[in-house]
């Protein structure tokens, strides 16, 4: 089986541009194969995991990309804002495809809300001018509203039955 060949330490912002060109271009699978060429040679490469994590999460439309594969990721994050925001990230792509793929409304509710809360822990953590997490926040805030998504939601409620049917 063949190998990929390694790439040179000085192309790598090169590379990294190109990457997020193709995330740009709707083309993931490049830029994930170009982060993965980025980490062989330097594994910490934050600009790298967040562009790889990124390009991942485009995937999760088709099921090309589970979010179990995209979580471990996020932990190797060096920041703490950055962890906790790209968690959020991460949930709310998810939860995203998933209710856009026709899953259940609940289990899409309870993911937003849990990347809601991700937001919401970073926020304080994040450096001053950076409102990344309350953009996002309110993105998830309008996407349930668009889709009447909510706490109220009927999905919680069983099925009514007709008085006509004996229950077994």
Known sequence: MRTPKP???ESIPRALAKAERYRLLNEPSQAESICRDVLAIDAANQQALICLILAMTDMFAGAQVKVDEVRPLVQKLSGRFDRVYYAGVVEERWARSLLLAGYPRPM???LLLLAMDC??????LAETGNDDAIL??????????QIHLDDTADDHDPPSLDDDVPVR
Do not use: K
């Open 119 to 124: 937001f919401e822990q970073a926020q304080p």
């Open 7 to 9: 790439i040179h330490q």
């Open 108 to 110: 899409g509710h309870e």
């Open 136 to 145: 996002r926040w309110n993105a998830c805030l309008r996407f349930m509203d």
